[in-house]
Protein backbone atom coordinates (compact mmCIF):
# COMPACT_ATOMS: atom_id res chain seq x y z
CA UNK A 1 0.00 0.00 0.00
CA UNK A 2 0.99 3.40 -0.65
CA UNK A 3 -0.30 6.48 1.28
CA UNK A 4 -0.43 10.28 -0.14
CA UNK A 5 -1.05 13.28 0.98
CA UNK A 6 -1.19 16.87 -0.25
CA UNK A 7 -0.57 19.94 1.05
CA UNK A 8 -0.04 23.79 -0.31
CA UNK A 9 -3.46 24.31 -1.30
CA UNK A 10 -5.40 27.52 -0.63
CA UNK A 11 -6.91 30.60 -2.10
CA UNK A 12 -4.67 32.92 -4.30
CA UNK A 13 -5.33 35.60 -6.42
CA UNK A 14 -5.25 35.21 -9.90
CA UNK A 15 -1.80 35.90 -11.48
CA UNK A 16 -0.45 34.09 -8.06
CA UNK A 17 1.02 31.35 -7.20
CA UNK A 18 1.25 28.11 -5.20
CA UNK A 19 3.29 25.00 -4.66
CA UNK A 20 1.48 21.84 -3.82
CA UNK A 21 3.23 18.66 -2.50
CA UNK A 22 2.51 15.40 -2.29
CA UNK A 23 4.14 12.69 0.49
CA UNK A 24 4.40 9.46 -0.55
CA UNK A 25 4.60 7.09 2.45
CA UNK A 26 4.42 3.07 2.61
CA UNK A 27 5.85 0.48 -0.02
CA UNK A 28 6.72 3.71 -2.15
CA UNK A 29 9.56 1.50 -4.12
CA UNK A 30 6.38 0.13 -5.78
CA UNK A 31 5.12 3.76 -6.96
CA UNK A 32 6.30 4.25 -10.88
CA UNK A 33 4.26 7.12 -12.42
CA UNK A 34 3.25 9.73 -9.90
CA UNK A 35 0.26 12.51 -10.92
CA UNK A 36 -1.64 15.28 -10.47
CA UNK A 37 -5.20 15.61 -11.51
CA UNK A 38 -8.09 18.20 -10.72
CA UNK A 39 -12.08 18.45 -10.14
CA UNK A 40 -13.30 21.38 -10.65
CA UNK A 41 -16.58 22.42 -9.44
CA UNK A 42 -19.36 20.33 -11.07
CA UNK A 43 -16.81 18.98 -13.69
CA UNK A 44 -14.89 15.72 -14.00
CA UNK A 45 -11.86 15.04 -12.72
CA UNK A 46 -9.22 15.78 -15.21
CA UNK A 47 -5.34 15.41 -15.94
CA UNK A 48 -3.02 17.96 -14.73
CA UNK A 49 0.53 16.68 -15.35
CA UNK A 50 2.42 13.80 -14.52
CA UNK A 51 5.87 12.57 -13.67
CA UNK A 52 8.41 9.30 -14.38
CA UNK A 53 9.55 8.16 -11.31
CA UNK A 54 12.98 6.75 -12.99
CA UNK A 55 14.37 9.27 -15.52
CA UNK A 56 11.44 12.11 -14.28
CA UNK A 57 10.38 12.72 -17.93
CA UNK A 58 7.47 14.92 -17.56
CA UNK A 59 3.31 15.22 -19.69
CA UNK A 60 1.38 18.28 -19.24
CA UNK A 61 -2.41 19.13 -19.97
CA UNK A 62 -2.36 21.19 -22.80
CA UNK A 63 -3.89 24.25 -20.12
CA UNK A 64 -1.19 24.07 -18.15
CA UNK A 65 1.57 24.01 -19.81
CA UNK A 66 3.77 27.13 -19.09
CA UNK A 67 2.35 27.74 -16.19
CA UNK A 68 2.59 24.67 -14.17
CA UNK A 69 6.09 22.34 -13.19
CA UNK A 70 5.94 19.34 -11.76
CA UNK A 71 9.01 17.49 -10.05
CA UNK A 72 9.60 15.26 -7.71
CA UNK A 73 12.10 14.63 -4.98
CA UNK A 74 13.25 10.80 -4.68
CA UNK A 75 15.08 10.83 -1.28
CA UNK A 76 11.76 12.28 0.29
CA UNK A 77 9.18 10.51 -1.86
CA UNK A 78 7.70 13.92 -2.67
CA UNK A 79 6.50 14.70 -5.91
CA UNK A 80 5.76 18.81 -6.34
CA UNK A 81 3.62 20.65 -8.36
CA UNK A 82 4.47 24.56 -8.95
CA UNK A 83 1.52 26.43 -10.07
CA UNK A 84 2.34 30.10 -11.44
CA UNK A 85 0.35 32.39 -12.84
CA UNK A 86 -2.88 30.81 -11.95
CA UNK A 87 -6.37 32.15 -12.96
CA UNK A 88 -9.64 31.43 -11.75
CA UNK A 89 -10.43 28.82 -14.32
CA UNK A 90 -7.42 26.61 -11.84
CA UNK A 91 -9.83 26.51 -8.56
CA UNK A 92 -10.33 23.14 -8.28
CA UNK A 93 -9.44 20.37 -5.68
CA UNK A 94 -6.05 19.11 -6.93
CA UNK A 95 -5.27 15.28 -6.49
CA UNK A 96 -2.01 13.63 -6.56
CA UNK A 97 -1.56 9.79 -7.37
CA UNK A 98 0.85 6.99 -7.98
CA UNK A 99 1.07 4.15 -10.15
CA UNK A 100 1.87 0.80 -9.00
CA UNK A 101 1.82 -0.64 -12.77
CA UNK A 102 2.76 2.42 -14.87
CA UNK A 103 6.16 3.60 -15.11
CA UNK A 104 5.75 6.22 -18.00
CA UNK A 105 4.10 9.51 -17.22
CA UNK A 106 0.57 8.78 -18.00
CA UNK A 107 -2.48 10.86 -18.26
CA UNK A 108 -4.81 7.92 -18.00
CA UNK A 109 -6.54 8.34 -14.51
CA UNK A 110 -6.69 4.29 -14.70
CA UNK A 111 -3.49 3.76 -14.49
CA UNK A 112 -3.45 4.91 -10.97
CA UNK A 113 -3.68 2.99 -8.01
CA UNK A 114 -3.39 5.12 -5.06
CA UNK A 115 -4.68 8.89 -4.74
CA UNK A 116 -4.48 11.63 -1.58
CA UNK A 117 -7.37 13.02 -0.01
CA UNK A 118 -7.27 16.32 -2.11
CA UNK A 119 -6.03 19.98 -1.84
CA UNK A 120 -8.80 22.62 -2.46
CA UNK A 121 -7.26 25.65 -4.80
CA UNK A 122 -9.02 28.64 -5.08
CA UNK A 123 -8.18 31.54 -7.61
CA UNK A 124 -10.12 34.31 -7.14
CA UNK A 125 -10.34 37.32 -10.20
Known amino acids: QVQLVESGGGLVQAGGSLRLSCAAS????????MGWFRQPPGKEREFVAA????????LYANFVKGRFTISRENAKNTVYLQMNNLKPEDTAVYYC??????????????????WGQGTQVTVSS
Open 97 to 114: AASSTTGWATPNRYEYDY
Open 51 to 58: IAWVGGST
Open 26 to 33: GRTFSSKA
